[in-house]
C-alpha cells in the first residue's frame, strides 16, 4: 500500500512540473500556432459528427453524448495524425481528403436516416441499382436541406488553408516541423483518449457494439465514425461466418426448435378456410392509424373501414421491417423469418432455402401466382417468388402501361387490378385452387401526384353565420401543403382503387370460394412533426398548440413508434355477421401470420419465429430488427434502454431483461438460418455423408 502511495505521488509530482513547465514555456499556445489546420480539421469534422446526431436523434442525451463525442474525436485525430508524415505543401490535400470522407459518411447516413430512421450499412450498397426505379422518392423525400449542411466542413478548411498559405503560414512550420516526433505525439494523445473511452464503456455499450442490431445506440455511445467501421467489418463478416462458424450455428438452431414453446396446437379456427382461395393483397405503406381518420365528414379509407367490420381485424399489428422495406415484409409474412443483420434477404441470400406460404399451399395442389406492374426485378422479386413457391410471376412485362395511366413510381392501383381481374378469371378457370398475391405500388412514397388521387381535401370547412345572417365557409389549410396530408390523399386513392377491384372480383364471382388477405407492408416514414400537426393544430393560428394547452397531446418518439401499425385483415363476402367477424387487438406481428394463416388454412412449418394468435393471445411479443419489442403491456426501446408502459400492470425488471433476452436471440437464430442456409436439408445430408 506504501509502495502503491509513493508511486502514485512522485507520478503527481511529475505531472504537476510538466504542466507548469507547459504553462511557463507557452507550449500549448505555440502548438496552437504551429497545428492551426491540424486542429481545425479535428473541430471540423467532430462538429459534423455532433450535428448528424443533432439532425438524427433529437435529444440532448443523444448529440451532446461524451461518448460519441470522445469516440469521434479519436478517430478523426489518429487519422489526421498521419498528416505530419507529409510536406507541408501537401498537408492540406491529406486533411481535404479524409475530411470529404467524413462529410460523406455524415451525409450518406444523414439522408439514410430521414428515410430509414437507421443509420447507412455499407453491407446496402448492392441496392444502388434500384436507385434509378425510385429516384423521385429519393430526392423528394429523402434529401433535405439538413444533408447539405456538413458541406460546410470541408468548405471552411479551404478557406483557413487559403488564408494561412497566403501568410506564407507552410514557410514557417517548415522549419519547426518534426515529422515523426508530431506523428507520435499525436498517436499517442489519440491512444490516451483511448484508454478513457474505453474506460468508459459498459458491458452492455460492449455486447450491442459487437452484435451491431442496434445501430441507433451504436451512434449514440461509439460515434459515427466507429459505427461505420464497425460496420464495414459486419458486413464482411457473413461471408467469414459463412466458412468458419457453420457448426455452432446449426447447433443453436438445433437447441432453439427443440426447446422452443408449444404454441401450435389445434383451436376452434383450425382448417376453418382449408381448400378456399386465397387472394393475398400487399398493401403498399398502408396504416392503420389512417383508418380512423375523416375530413370534413369524408373517411380517409372507407374500404378499409368496411372490411375491417365485416372480417377478422387484426387492430394491434406490426410490421418487422428493416432496410429491405417491402421486401423484408414479404419474407416476414411468407417464411416468419425476420430480416438479416446486414445487407436485405430478397438481395443478398436469394439463393438461400426458403419455406414459403406458397410452395406449402402448392403441396396441398393449389396453383400459386403474384402479380406487381414494376420491374420483376426490384428488390430480386424474379428470383426470390421463385424461391418461395411461386409457379408464376406477373411483373411489368405482362401488362399495359401507358403514361396516362401512371402514378407515382408506376401502374396506377386501379388500373393495375383491372388487368389483374382478367388475369386471374383464367387462372380460375384453369385451376381448380389457387393462392395470388397482388402488390399494390400507387402508395407509394413520395405521394406527389397530388393532382391524380382525385379530389380529397384534407382541409377543414365550417359553415360560419354572419351578423346578416347569411352562412359562409370557413376553410382552415390544416393538413393541405403537408407530406402527411398528402400521403392521405394518396392512401384515399389506394383505397378506392381496392374498393374497385373486389367490386370487379365479385361481378365475376371471383370471390365466391376465396378468403382475401390483406397486410400493410410498413409505415408511410413519414416525418414526425406532421403528426405533430395532425393532432395538435390550432385552426385560430394555422399553427400547433402549445404544450401547455389542455388540449395538447403528446406525440412523443414512443408514440410515433406505436402509431407504425400497419392492417391486417382476413375477410370474405360472407363473412359479417358469423363468428369469424370480429376485432382482435392482442400485439401481433409479421413473422405470426404464418402459424395464424397455417392453422386455418391446413399447413405448418415447423421453422418458424412467430405464432398462432389465437393460441399465443395476450402472451405474445412482436421484435423487430433493431432490438426493441413490444406486447399488450408496454414498448420497450432498447436504444434508451426504457420503456412506455400500456396497461396499469405491473412491470418487474425480470420480465423485461428475459423479453430483451429472448428477443436478441431470436434476431440472432433469424440471422443464422438465412446466412447458413440452415433450412437446406441437402446440404446438411451430404455433409453427414461426407460429400
Known amino acids: 500500500m506504501k509502495q502503491i502511495k509513493f508511486i502514485f505521488n512522485k507520478t503527481k509530482t511529475k505531472i504537476i512540473k510538466y504542466l507548469e513547465k507547459v504553462k511557463k514555456d507557452h507550449l500549448i499556445r505555440e502548438y496552437f500556432n504551429n497545428n492551426i489546420l491540424f486542429i481545425t480539421f479535428i473541430i471540423l469534422n467532430v462538429l459534423n459528427s455532433t450535428a448528424l446526431r443533432f439532425f438524427c436523434m433529437h435529444s440532448t442525451e443523444n448529440y451532446l453524448s461524451i461518448k460519441a463525442i470522445l469516440a469521434d474525436t479519436i478517430i478523426v485525430s489518429a487519422l489526421g495524425s498521419f498528416v505530419y508524415l507529409f510536406k507541408p505543401k501537401n498537408r492540406f490535400n491529406y486533411l481535404l481528403v479524409l475530411t470529404i470522407i467524413f462529410t460523406a459518411i455524415c451525409m450518406i447516413n444523414s439522408a439514410y436516416y430521414t428515410f430509414y430512421t437507421s443509420f447507412a450499412s455499407i453491407s446496402m450498397l448492392s441496392l444502388t441499382q434500384y436507385i434509378g426505379d425510385v429516384g423521385d422518392a429519393v430526392v423528394e423525400n429523402v434529401i433535405q436541406l439538413k444533408d447539405m449542411f456538413y458541406l460546410i466542413a470541408p468548405v471552411i478548411l479551404i478557406i483557413v488553408h487559403l488564408r494561412l498559405k497566403k501568410q506564407n503560414y507552410y514557410k514557417k512550420v517548415e522549419l519547426k516541423s518534426l515529422r515523426k516526433k508530431n506523428t507520435l505525439k499525436s498517436l499517442t494523445a489519440s491512444g490516451v483518449l483511448l484508454v478513457i473511452f474505453l474506460l468508459s464503456l459498459s458491458s452492455l455499450d460492449i455486447s450491442r457494439f459487437l452484435k451491431q442490431w442496434n445501430k441507433e445506440y451504436i451512434v449514440m455511445k461509439f460515434g459515427i465514425y466507429i459505427y461505420q467501421a464497425n460496420d464495414l467489418v459486419t458486413s464482411v463478416q457473413p461471408k467469414i461466418n459463412a466458412m468458419f462458424g457453420l457448426e455452432q450455428a446449426k447447433k443453436n438452431f438445433d437447441e432453439f426448435f427443440e426447446n422452443r414453446e408449444a404454441f401450435d396446437e389445434e383451436n376452434e379456427y383450425t382448417n376453418a378456410f382449408a381448400g378456399k382461395n386465397i387472394l393475398v393483397i400487399h398493401g403498399e405503406s398502408m396504416m392503420t392509424n389512417a383508418m380512423n381518420l375523416s375530413f370534413n365528414g369524408q373517411e380517409v379509407t372507407p374500404t378499409l373501414n368496411r372490411l375491417s367490420k365485416e372480417g377478422m381485424f387484426f387492430s394491434n399489428f406490426y410490421s418487422q421491417v428493416s432496410v429491405g422495406t417491402s421486401s423484408d415484409s414479404e419474407l416476414t409474412f411468407n417464411t416468419s423469418l425476420l430480416p438479416t443483420k446486414s445487407g436485405t434477404a430478397f438481395v443478398s441470400y436469394s439463393d438461400r432455402t426458403y419455406i414459403g406460404i406458397p410452395s406449402l399451399l402448392k403441396e396441398k395442389g393449389y396453383y400459386t401466382f403474384s402479380m406487381h406492374a ?318
Open 374 to 691: 414494376n420491374n420483376a426485378d426490384f428488390w430480386n422479386r424474379r428470383a426470390m417468388h421463385n424461391n418461395l413457391g411461386y409457379d408464376k410471376f406477373y411483373s411489368k412485362v405482362d401488362y399495359q402501361v401507358d403514361k396516362e395511366n401512371i402514378i407515382g413510381l408506376g401502374l396506377s392501383d386501379k388500373e393495375f387490378f383491372r388487368q389483374s381481374i382478367e388475369k386471374i378469371q383464367t387462372i380460375s378457370t384453369e385451376h381448380e385452387k389457387w393462392y395470388g398475391l397482388l402488390i399494390m405500388l400507387s402508395n407509394h412514397t413520395p405521394f406527389s401526384d397530388v393532382e391524380k388521387y382525385g379530389e380529397f381535401p384534407v382541409d377543414i370547412k365550417e359553415n360560419v353565420t354572419l351578423e346578416d345572417g347569411t352562412v359562409e365557409t370557413k376553410v382552415y389549410p390544416y393538413m393541405e401543403g403537408t407530406k402527411l396530408g398528402n400521403y392521405f390523399k394518396s392512401i384515399h386513392y389506394a383505397d378506392s382503387a381496392l374498393g374497385e377491384l373486389l367490386t370487379g372480383l365479385d361481378e365475376k364471382g371471383l370471390l365466391d370460394n376465396t378468403i382475401v388477405v390483406l397486410y400493410g407492408d410498413h409505415d408511410a416514414r413519414l416525418p414526425r412533426k406532421d403528426y405533430n400537426r395532425l393532432y395538435n393544430y390550432d385552426k385560430e393560428t394555422d399553427d400547433i398548440l402549445d404544450r401547455e394547452d389542455e388540449n395538447y397531446k403528446e406525440y412523443d418518439s414512443y408514440q410515433y413508434e406505436l402509431g407504425r401499425k400497419v392492417p391486417f385483415i382476413i375477410w370474405s363476402k360472407d363473412m359479417k355477421g358469423t363468428k369469424y367477424n370480429f376485432e382482435n387487438k392482442n400485439t401481433m406481428g409479421m413473422y405470426d401470420v404464418v402459424p395464424t394463416l397455417g392453422n386455418m388454412l391446413g399447413f405448418k412449418n415447423k421453422y418458424i419465429l412467430g405464432h398462432d394468435i389465437y393460441n399465443i393471445k395476450d402472451n405474445n411479443i412482436v421484435i423487430f430488427p433493431n432490438g426493441n419489442w413490444v406486447n399488450n403491456k408496454l414498448y420497450y426501446s432498447s436504444q434508451k434502454a426504457a420503456y412506455l408502459p400500456l396497461t396499469e400492470e405491473v412491470i418487474t425488471e425480470e420480465e423485461i431483461n428475459n423479453n430483451t433476452e429472448k428477443t436478441n436471440k431470436m434476431l440472432d437464430i433469424s440471422n443464422d438460418i438465412i446466412v447458413f442456409d440452415l433450412l437446406n436439408k441437402d446440404k446438411f445430408n451430404n455433409e453427414e455423408k461426407g460429400g
